[in-house]
């Protein structure tokens, strides 16, 4: 599962704010690009569709958060894990490794398993 930049962006704004409505979303991912509030609207769907951020109704608001577990939060982050890869080598993700910064052990230790599977593929491949 491919994400682009618009996607990316909103993910991270869900992220930093935990949950919020999609006007807190818009507001969030304006200061990293410059976006209309229609797009970040649009692209909270299409991340809905994609079962990467949840949502729920309170009050008359719909309120957006990310969602942290499953196969498509595991799918998402193996593509992109790949394309780091595929675009930077293995020295990339190394460095993530080595520079965790506040990264949960879950997640490297998901980082770790990517960059087997990855070392695996290659060596079958190649």
Avoid: C, H
């Avoid at 797009?39 to 949502?55: E, I």
């Avoid at 080595?98 to 593929?121: C, F, H, I, M, Y």
């Amino acid at each position: 599962m491919e994400l682009g930049e618009l996607e990316l962006a909103v993910l991270r704004a869900v992220r930093n704010l935990g949950s919020a409505t999609s006007g807190a979303i818009y507001e969030e991912a304006r200061r990293s690009r410059d976006v209309a509030y229609t797009s970040v609207t649009t692209t909270l769907y299409r991340l809905v569709d994609k079962d990467l951020v949840a949502v729920r109704k309170e009050s008359e608001k719909k309120v957006y958060y990310r969602v942290k577990e499953g196969r498509a939060y595991r799918r998402a982050m193996a593509a992109m894990i790949d394309r780091v890869v595929d675009t930077f080598g293995g020295e990339a993700v190394s460095y993530l490794l080595d520079n965790p910064g506040s990264l949960p052990e879950s997640q490297l230790t998901s980082l770790r398993a990517q960059v087997e599977k990855r070392r695996v593929k290659e060596k079958r491949d190649g």
